[in-house]
Nanobody
Framework: QVQLVESGGGLVQAGDSLRLSCAAS????????MAWFRQAPGKERDFVAT????????WYADSAKGRFTISRDNGKNTVYLQMNSLKPEDTAVYFC???????????????WGQGTQVTVSS
């Protein structure tokens, strides 16, 4: 079992930056691929970024490429999402997830955090 807790969300202005963190407890994080998803009100949960278990591979949604960076510190059991040049359309609840492979489908992930709200004003 893995417990995931996100933090770092907040209210920012367009163009600002935020860094989200996802702290894991329970089974050691290094065995899992990790991902970030987001869900805006009334919309589906969308893939944002994923990172392989050893951190050697990262993949991004088109909306995140060039602006967001996913990283992990396995020694701290923590995954990060650095978000730069934020836009109002980035407003959503951001969730981290853990699973056996770094894929883009939410159904591939076994463990989820409770989410952290990111609001970007124009």
């Amino acid at each position: 079992q893995v417990q995931l807790v996100e933090s770092g969300g907040g209210l920012v202005q367009a163009g600002d930056s935020l860094r989200l963190s996802c702290a894991a407890s329970g089974r050691a994080l290094p065995v899992y691929a990790m991902a970030w998803f987001r869900q805006a009100p009334g919309k589906e949960r969308d893939f944002v970024a994923t990172i392989s278990a050893n951190g050697g591979g990262t993949w991004y949604a088109d909306s995140a490429k060039g602006r967001f960076t996913i990283s992990r510190d396995n020694g701290k059991n923590t995954v990060y999402l650095q978000m730069n040049s934020l836009k109002p359309e980035d407003t959503a609840v951001y969730f981290c997830a853990a699973g056996p492979r770094a894929l883009m489908r939410a159904s591939e992930y076994d463990y989820w955090g409770q989410g952290t709200q990111v609001t970007v004003s124009s």
